[in-house]
């Protein structure tokens, strides 16, 4: 066998093209919407950019009801949209909140089947039944909760919820039992909105010395006022024993602009960031970036202002059925969060919580998802799929299953290092089964004896 040649060239013959050249779904990740494209809402049709900009002005034209949704797009859709829209917000478990920057998003020529439209509004003609097994609180955030606001499920980590607002409210949350104010459907569960309740959630973790991670979440703490921010950071970074910090916010997603515009904010954010780093504590953002059409220059340019302030943002996303449930769009959603130095995390399995199941997809969509996105980037940008086990088994790579039973759409987990000796169950939405499965989760016999079989099928491996 003739040995490979490692020398230089030594003539100007051209490089072999050993691969052909990329075609243009390489480069689609770098295009960024941009202009005044606000405009062309109604309601926004006489606002310049500075006013857009204005994070105050997003706030306080926020979308929170039927009423000043048709005020805002007024005749982009037809009169039975509207209807349809008023029936959904009367079913919702969670309040209705979307930013002006999210109206702006929304393809309203095809408002079905819009990927935002779907996260943020709901619409009757779209619901499903829930799946039997099904709980508000899927997580039991309140069972692993010593104190209102504090959840400490894993030994070193736990998850401070200091406030229960958003800058938007999404259909698929996970904490619908606490967010927002209460719905026709639903009475929220008290976090720890009262800086009195801080105290005894700072409390508990300085008494914890094992507890090393915390995540500040919410809520959200984009709602934070500076002030506030900067108090909890500084606390929790007196706390000897924690080691890192993060926050977490939707914001960066659904309203880009309070990055340009809330200076007062981003600086008390930069100012713990650097706090931290000064004596050896990381503290990072991490966003909620789930679609590519959230994504436009205005976020691209609030993104260069964190990485320019060294402020590292990694992002969670959440598989959802018509948002990003679809190879291309994943691996677009991937590559256009490493452009922007965005690290992709995690994606989620959607949690299996009340009056969403019409979002909700299967373990085995995710996998395939899984399959065709590694590989398309870096390893660091590419984010590991997790199911977040219902019952409080914390989260899991979905593919760590001990058994997976497709044709009934049952997943079984395990989690040794949180709660060990018990085993966790994940269900595939209903409907995406075939016709002999959705007749067998109608009868109630069946459904514990497929149960039973799942978990008996587990114990065995
Ligand atoms: C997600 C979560 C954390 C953080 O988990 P990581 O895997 O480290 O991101 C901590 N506590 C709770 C309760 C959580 O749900
Ligand atoms: S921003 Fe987060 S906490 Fe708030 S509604 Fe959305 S998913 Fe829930």
Redesign the pocket.
């Given at each position: 066998m003739a040995k490979t040649d490692i020398t230089a060239p030594t003539t100007d013959a051209p490089i072999p093209a050993l691969k052909p050249p990329a075609g243009p779904e390489a480069f689609e990740h770098m295009q960024f919407r941009s202009g005044e494209f606000w405009r062309e809402i109604p309601a926004y049709k006489d606002v310049d950019e500075k006013t857009f900009l204005d994070w105050l002005w997003q706030s306080k034209h926020s979308v929170k009801s039927p009423d000043e949704l048709m005020a805002a797009i007024q005749d982009l859709v037809e009169p039975a949209f509207f209807e349809d829209v008023r029936q959904g917000f009367h079913r919702a478990p969670m309040q209705v909140r979307i930013s002006p920057y999210m109206i702006a998003s929304i393809d309203w020529k095809n408002p079905y089947n819009d990927p935002i439209r779907t996260q943020f509004l709901p619409l009757a003609s779209r619901l499903l039944p829930d799946h039997p097994r099904l709980s508000l609180d899927s997580?039991h955030?309140l069972e692993?909760s010593p104190t209102p606001g504090l959840?400490h499920?894993?030994v070193d980590?736990?998850?401070f919820l200091p406030l229960n607002t958003c800058p938007v409210y999404c259909r698929f949350c996970t904490r619908s039992y606490a967010i927002g104010g209460d719905t026709d459907t639903v009475e929220k569960a008290q976090l720890a909105t009262d800086p009195k309740l801080w105290e005894k959630a700072f409390e508990y973790i300085a008494s914890r010395p094992e507890l090393q991670?915390i995540?500040v979440s919410g809520g959200d703490m984009y709602q934070l006022p500076a002030k506030s921010l900067k108090k909890i950071g500084e606390t929790l970074l007196a706390i000897p024993n924690v080691r890192r910090m993060r926050f977490a916010t939707k914001g960066p997603a659904v309203m880009p602009m309070k990055i340009l515009t809330d200076a007062a904010w981003t600086d008390a954010l930069t100012s713990i960031v650097e706090q931290g780093r000064a004596i050896g504590k990381d503290v990072m953002l991490h966003t909620h970036f789930n679609s590519p059409n959230e994504i436009s220059d205005i976020t691209q340019r609030a993104m260069q202002v964190l990485f320019e302030r060294g402020i590292m943002v990694r992002n969670q996303s959440v598989l959802i059925r018509g948002v990003n449930d679809d190879k291309h769009t994943m691996r677009k959603l991937i590559k256009q969060l490493g452009y922007m130095n965005v690290h992709p995390?995690?994606v989620y399995m959607h949690d299996m919580v009340k009056g969403v199941e019409d979002l909700r997809t299967t373990i085995q969509t995710a996998i395939d998802i899984e399959k065709f996105v590694r590989g398309a980037t870096a390893g660091f940008n590419t984010p590991t799929f997790l199911c977040?086990a219902p019952g409080g088994g914390?989260?899991r790579d979905l593919h760590s299953y001990d058994h997976y039973d497709r044709e009934n759409g049952i997943a079984v987990y395990s989690a040794p290092s949180v709660k060990p000796g018990q085993w966790f169950l994940y269900f595939d939405p209903i409907d995406q089964l075939a016709p002999a499965a959705q007749a067998r989760w109608r009868d109630p016999k069946e459904q514990n004896e497929m149960v039973r079989a799942a978990i008996a099928a587990a114990s065995k491996t």
């Open positions: 997580l955030e692993d959840t499920r894993y980590k736990a998850l991670d995540v995390y995690y977040d914390g989260k």
